[in-house]
């Protein structure tokens, strides 16, 4: 299964709001390169952001404000 086509386990953010603007998320378990895609929950059938181990760790240390090297 392959989160980037739709096919991946995915689920909702826990910080989506519950008037139907969620995002969901599926973990692709990093082996092929990519450790997390995105989508929209509105349109499962529509573009999905597919972020590498590391850019993912980059976002989130820059999200949740921790420092990081670069």
């Keep these: 299964m392959d989160p980037r086509d739709g096919t991946g386990l995915w689920r ?30 509105k349109r499962p059938g529509g573009r999905v952001l597919a972020f590498g181990v590391p850019q993912w760790s980059a976002f989130l240390a820059l999200a949740t404000g921790a420092k990081t090297g670069h």
Aim: proline share 0%.
């Design 12 to 41: 909702k953010s826990t910080y989506s709001s519950t008037n139907g603007d969620c995002v969901e998320v599926a973990d692709s378990g990093g082996g092929d390169g990519f450790g997390l895609a995105v989508r929209d929950s």
